[in-house]
């Protein structure tokens, strides 16, 4: 309220009068006929005549206790209008130089009521648009609409009534003109191909090899949303990285893959309470490309070898902001499949029993994601998924941070940490059931969203 009569205030001091309204006089004081009402439906307010005058305006800036607490609320916003600046001239009231009233103050007051009429509303639409959050009331939500009375003169001039005015719900669009769809389907789509080069002379002091790396990444997200299905929860996302750099120390390939990954992971959910769903989670990742080590024809990994399936029954939180998104998915009953698909490669490496192309776990898992966006163009991603059979604990910790230098360009530094207890201990080296990569790239980079 304070910030209202401070806005109104300064308003005044730039124009003669601030507002002038239509009054009525009673035993009980002076009665305002056009003062807004709440959604109750509030009668018009009385005030205590400061200027014993047998009129039916009296022109705020001739006394001094017009601003009383709750004048001026609660503030109600119907649609936003076009206010053109009054004039003599285009008034229904021919006031104008060619008027014989013109120059001797019979039209004073009427100047002053229009005046202050649109200085009003000038500063009420400002106030709504640059405060909207402090505007509790929206005409086109209300169940009821508030009154807006108008006062009528009848029986010869006697009696003055006061009529209702109807009142007609507008959404801005109609005013505007806008065609505006609606969108069930929330869609967001990033694309990026970044690469580092390094060229090194074959007379440097230290030594080393030229080589080139390169990393594309597609991301598409599909979600419901949440405005029109407010008790449902459905999101889609499907995401293929591919890494490749040049090795020149391998003598059998001029390239290495360093990245290869396909993952699709899916959330389906029922509200149950607050930010609480009833959900189901599906997770699925492979790779495309056969992947060897290097100066070997050993294979290492191929498509569907290994392949993971993992579905969850439990409970998701989800609450988003502007800024944030974060979710986190306890699924106490989970089935998690893994698949070595192709007889060139050791099943046993991925805990499948030798002569067998998958197995089948029971267990439990639990996912969280997070999304921040640190200033207008730095985006951290993070997703954690943890699995266990009761026998053995498998998990997966991913982070993006990516910077965008501009619509087209942006860098990102990327770090992947698994645990798996099942892993094997790497001879000569420290690196047992921790395993890590990280990855720093610049380069092109497209996104596309309808949130």
């Known amino acids: 309220m304070y910030r209202i009569l401070s806005i109104l205030i300064a308003v005044v001091a730039m124009v003669p009068a601030m507002r002038a309204d239509i009054y009525t006089k009673s035993s009980d004081g002076i009665r305002i006929l056009n003062a807004s009402a709440d959604s109750a439906g509030m009668v018009p307010r009385v005030y205590t005549p400061i200027e014993a005058a047998d009129t039916l305006v009296i022109i705020p800036e001739r006394f001094y206790d017009v601003y009383e607490p709750g004048y001026l609320s609660p503030m109600i916003f119907d649609t936003y209008h076009y206010i053109e600046p009054w004039t003599l001239e285009n008034s229904e009231v021919n006031l104008g130089p060619d008027s014989k009233y013109f120059g001797t103050g019979a039209d004073d007051w009427i100047r002053d009521l229009h005046r202050s009429m649109l200085s009003t509303n000038t500063a009420r639409q400002q106030y709504i648009v640059h405060f909207p959050r402090e505007v509790p009331f929206n005409l086109a939500n209300m169940t009821r609409a508030p009154r807006h009375l108008r006062a009528t003169v009848e029986s010869g001039g006697k009696k003055i009534v006061m009529k209702d005015i109807p009142i007609e719900a507008k959404k801005p669009a109609d005013e505007l003109g806008l065609d505006i769809n609606e969108k069930r389907w929330l869609h967001t789509f990033n694309a990026s191909l970044q690469f580092s080069q390094a060229y090194i002379s074959p007379n440097w002091y230290q030594g080393g090899n030229n080589n080139v790396n390169a990393l594309a990444q597609i991301i598409w997200n599909v979600k419901l949303n949440e405005k029109f299905y407010p008790k449902l929860l459905f999101e889609m996302t499907t995401q293929y990285k591919l890494g490749v750099n040049s090795a020149p120390d391998d003598t059998i390939r001029n390239y290495n893959i360093t990245d290869d990954i396909f993952q699709f992971n899916a959330k389906f959910g029922y509200k149950a309470r607050s930010n609480w769903y009833y959900s189901t989670n599906v997770a699925f990742k492979t790779q495309l490309f056969n992947n060897y080590a290097s100066n070997s024809r050993d294979l290492r990994a191929a498509f569907m070898s290994p392949g993971e399936l993992n579905i969850g029954i439990g409970m998701t ?83 993006t941070l990516a910077f965008d230098i501009n619509k087209f360009l942006s860098t990102q530094f990327y770090w992947h940490i698994r645990y798996d207890t099942s892993t094997d201990r790497v001879e000569g080296t420290d690196w047992h059931r921790f395993q890590c990569k990280e990855i720093f790239t610049f380069g092109l980079s497209y996104k596309f969203s309808t949130i």
Do not use: H
Request: glycine share 6%; net charge positive.
């Open 317 to 399: 939180y989800s609450r988003n902001t502007k800024r944030v998104n974060f979710g986190a998915s306890i699924n106490p009953l989970s089935y998690n499949l893994k698949t070595c698909t192709n007889d060139r490669m050791n099943e046993t490496a991925f805990g499948i029993k030798e002569g067998r192309s998958s197995v089948s776990q029971i267990g439990s898992n639990a996912e969280l994601t997070f999304k921040a966006r640190l200033t207008w163009n730095i985006t951290y991603t993070s997703r954690l998924f943890l699995f266990t059979n009761y026998e053995y604990l498998q998990g997966d910790w991913q982070n």
